[in-house]
């Protein structure tokens, strides 16, 4: 997959997996609010981006077999992540070039966490997954199908006059992606790149903190 893959469009392409288990709505939250199936979307999103990163980080595999295609690809999600945490937090300054770069590499680990979802595992001669594909192809398979849900729902939704406080941060996430295809796209340096991955962090912030 070319690293200008849009990443909006791959996402709703894909008929994936269910997600792991319905989260439980918070105390604050109806179950007949309009706004809770968002927040239950939102919730499976955040959990499965965090067990992406507690398995790019922390793997559980044999020494000397850690070189899984899916492990791999979650190490990238989880770099690319991390260096843009690191711009919004004003930690880490990139010139145009750079951050071009960086947004290059960000479209193109989430295009491959979507590319992959749907891979048949390939097994030795005694049929076990090879390097441990399996359980990392799971993870895989699960942050793509939490994004792909959300992400879909955030298209349904576009035209949503007055749209809840949970649609609203998916909306925000949508539309971040959406930002960050166009830099993509247009190969754009300017201030408006960082100002894209500034976008995507607080949006992806905003999806994590469904966790606490």
Known sequence: MSHSTGILLCAVLFALAPTSQP?????SISAFSPDAP???????????LANAKETAERPITVPGRDASTYLQILRDMDKSIKLIQQVAAGKKTLTGSECLSATLDFASATGQVLRHANDIIKRDSSRKPINDEEKYHATVQTLAAAQNAVLKAA????????P??????????????NRVQTVVASGDTSPECVAALKAVSESMSAILAQLN
């Not at 989260?23 to 105390?27: E, G, Q, R, W, Y």
């Not at 298209?155 to 007055?162: D, E, L, Q, R």
């Not at 406080?165 to 971040?176: E, G, N, R, T």
């Open 155 to 162: 298209v349904s939704n576009a035209k949503v006059s007055s």
């Open 23 to 27: 989260a439980t709505l918070k105390s």
């Open 38 to 48: 968002f927040w239950i979307m939102l919730q499976d999103l955040a959990a499965s």
């Open 164 to 177: 809840g406080q949970y649609l609203s941060i998916m909306l925000k996430f949508s539309k971040s992606l």
